[in-house]
């Protein structure tokens, strides 16, 4: 655990509008400042909470070293100076993610809000399961500055969704983003995270982060033996303690197409990324899922999260292994290579249209893009319905 924290407290809302609040606190204290600056991490709900608190997201790209994307510190500090110090709100960073990144260098970003007396947000949404994050964290807080870090309850209490413990290192400032808290809400998340510890006990919560440590050195050996076989390549991302890439050998809706297979056969965990484009509120993110502008080849993500049992891996392993293994010899019908825009084929940007730091203004909705998206849906093939009714009638056997 953050054994340097000094208070914490559980919020009843999800991880983004737990950061939100803590955004919407900080402008209690810098009322001029209107500038976030996030290091880059594809999660919908972390870029919305700097939208719904009103402020100016400044997105600083990662860096790729070798398979790894990292957090491109230089930048970071060129933004500020080029912003100015007082008219950033803080510097939002992120420890456990998706690979193929990695955490965020937790510790420099500290030193550098404090050598600019800039707020430090850390989404930590995950990284209560991980040892390593936790040692970011109380490192950060030794040599820097961390206001506050969020932490998502179902993600590492096995709890139901719906609650958020935000964190800090001075008392009276979490006690104060406490009482920001406007209203009253349902009491079944502080109920069920409760209920779950007094259950697990210190004891039980230390066996559950052991025996995720095991799973994920052995669900990344059967990857790369899998990888072997159908000569793929798995991502070497040595700071991500938790998930593991694997490249597809596919690309577009092809390599999108694996998602779905996996999916019908009960694997909801897994993420297949393809090169893609996405807009939210009018930002346009290229390459989005893969967390950089930067293209990978196709690749599917894996985690090894809090909960998960051995054989559960050797399970996912099999049906991961029939799929490839259908998707090599069958004739896919799938359009190969097509890039997405929200579900729609990709465009380039207009000509002219200013884009910054991998961020563009806000954009128009092209007209009638509802209705093309609708008309160019495509239709399931014969060889597809076949295979789902074939799953429909195969009983007291894994779905492969």
Known sequence: GVSRVKQCFLVPTATGMALTLSLLYFRKKRPEAKYVIWSRIDQKSCFKSILTAGFIPIIIQLERVGDELRTNLEAIKARIEEL??????????????????????????????????????????????????????DEAARVGR???????????????????????????????????YPGRASGSPTVDLFVTLLSMGASGFKTLLSRRKNNFVK?????????????LHVLETKNNTISIAMTVGKEGRSATHLGSMLFTRGVSGTRVVARSVKEIEGYRFEGWGGHTNQPFPAYLTAAAAMGMEEEEIDIFIK????????????????????????????TQPQQGQPQREGLSLPVEPRPGSSQAHQQSRPGSSQAQLDDVQQLETRTGELMV
């Not at 049906?319 to 990709?346: H, I, T, Y």
């Open 319 to 346: 049906r991961l292994a029939k799929v490839m293994e259908k998707a090599k010899s069958e004739e896919n019908d799938v359009p190969n290579g097509v890039e997405e825009v929200n579900g729609q084929a990709a």
């Open 146 to 180: 961390v206001d506050l870090f969020v932490q998502s309850t179902d993600k590492n209490y096995l709890v139901p969704v719906g609650g958020a413990v935000i964190a800090g290192f001075d008392r009276q400032l979490v006690a104060e983003v406490s009482k920001s």
């Open 84 to 137: 100015g110090p007082a008219s950033v709100l803080c510097i939002f960073s992120t420890t456990s993610c998706f690979a193929p990144r990695a955490h965020d260098n937790i510790p420099e970003i500290a030193q550098i809000c404090k050598d600019y007396s800039i707020p430090h947000l850390v989404n930590n949404a995950y990284g209560v399961q991980s040892s390593k994050c936790c040692y970011l964290i």
């Open 219 to 231: 669900l990344k050996d059967q990857l790369m033996h899998l990888a072997d076989r159908f000569k």
